[in-house]
């Protein structure tokens, strides 16, 4: 089943992404390529607050939308003049437990045929923080019981 996502953002890293496609253009080259490339699903700001519930509601809006929650990450609204087509894009949020990969070779396909396009890039540092809160919210453990306060 195709899932559309609207938005999405690259995980993979960039040297790997490179890598690949080099591989992929020279036949004598060492064979660098990768199976999948993996994504984080994107949803607008929107609806990414709208799913939060009850009272935590705003609180937890406070806190993503200055990425103090590890879970989510929040990117603020892209002025027209930063996006590809040219029209801007809303804010938008992340949940980093909303991830998934495609096969290369399909991501090519979509880009030629224009059904994938690049929008936007992620600026040095703003990437490296972003790749860094994917890599933490992975890599955390999980404790058999929450601490205990009085």
């Known amino acids: 089943m ?10 993979t890293q960039d040297c790997d992404l490179a890598q690949d496609f080099h ?17 984080c699903e994107v949803t607008t700001a929107t609806d990414l607050f709208g799913k939060l519930g009850g009272k935590q509601k705003e609180w937890e809006r406070e806190k993503i939308d200055k990425n103090k929650n590890e879970r989510y990450h929040f990117l603020q609204r892209i002025d027209a003049n930063a996006d590809t087509e040219q029209t801007g894009i809303e804010e938008l949020g992340i949940d980093f437990k909303r991830y998934f990969t495609i096969p290369t070779d399909e991501v090519y396909e979509r880009i030629r045929i224009g059904q994938a396009k690049r929008r936007t890039i992620l600026a040095s540092p703003y990437l490296e923080h972003f790749s860094c809160r994917f890599a933490y919210y992975l890599s955390r453990i999980g404790l058999p019981t929450d601490h205990i306060t009085e």
């Open 2 to 11: 195709d899932e559309i996502h609207p938005y999405a953002i690259i995980i």
């Open 23 to 39: 591989s992929r253009q020279s036949p004598s080259a060492i064979n660098r390529t990768i199976p999948n490339i993996l994504f």
